[in-house]
């Protein structure tokens, strides 16, 4: 025989990965009571920054954001290195002094001055502390990438930012910067109270788990 197999071997134990904590992310077996915002964060020639809707949860909220490209008067290698850009772990690390023009930043700021923003995360899910940290915490969870139809070519990017805990029942700030993408600080006022009234309309997505107790 030409090719031979490999021996036999005992299968290793692979150890579970870790779940991922409830500050970190929605909770699995709930589906969260839906606000439609329909808010336009911020746009430019080639960038739209969106907020169609929110999604409430007993344990923080789910704020649902598409970012839309096209290259407008960009080349082609230009128009890529704008569509990589949107993913953190494609920017060089984050140093001290000053942040990069091609790093999107997402913040919220409530009444009190209290901040939290999706800067200097870490995305390696084996990494993530299971005991809360301090809150609040703003987290980047990743999507997809949705299709447009039309003849101009467009690049359609769906995002979750996840605000842990729910945000006091006030009016507070929600802020995106991204130089790379002509967008300077923009901010936006999203309603507290109306998030913490539409956990009413989350349900669990079976009722009999253990986990909806």
């Known amino acids: ?16 990965k870790p779940g ?6 929605p909770p699995s077996g709930e589906m969260g009571g839906v606000m439609v915002s329909g808010l336009m964060l911020a746009r430019t020639q080639n960038v739209a920054v969106t907020l ?12 649902n954001v598409d970012i839309v490209m096209r290259p407008h008067t ?4 230009d128009f890529q290195v704008l569509q990589l850009s949107v993913y953190p772990h494609m920017i060089a ?14 913040g919220v700021r409530f009444a009190d001055g209290t901040k939290a923003t999706t800067i200097g995360q870490r995305f390696d899910r084996t990494q993530l502390p299971q005991e809360p940290p ?5 987290s980047w969870l990743f999507g997809g990438m949705s299709m447009r139809s039309g003849d101009e070519e467009m690049s359609a990017i769906n995002m979750g930012l996840w605000l842990w ?9 929600l802020g995106v910067e991204w130089p790379a993408g002509g967008i300077e600080l923009r901010i936006a006022h999203l309603d507290g ?21």
């Open 165 to 173: 805990p729910l945000p006091p029942p006030e009016t507070f700030e």
């Open 1 to 16: 025989m030409f090719f031979e197999p490999l021996p036999e071997q005992e299968e290793q134990t692979r150890l579970p």
């Open 74 to 77: 960009l080349s082609a290698d």
């Open 20 to 25: 991922l904590p409830a500050w970190y992310a």
């Open 134 to 138: 301090p809150g609040p915490r703003l």
């Open 52 to 63: 169609p809707t929110i999604q409430a949860f007993e344990t923080g909220c789910l704020m």
């Open 93 to 106: 690390r984050v140093g001290a002094g000053r942040l990069p023009d091609d790093l999107l930043r997402f």
């Open 193 to 213: 109270e109306a998030i913490g009234s539409a956990v009413q309309q989350s349900v669990p997505y079976w009722p009999d788990s253990p986990q909806s107790e």
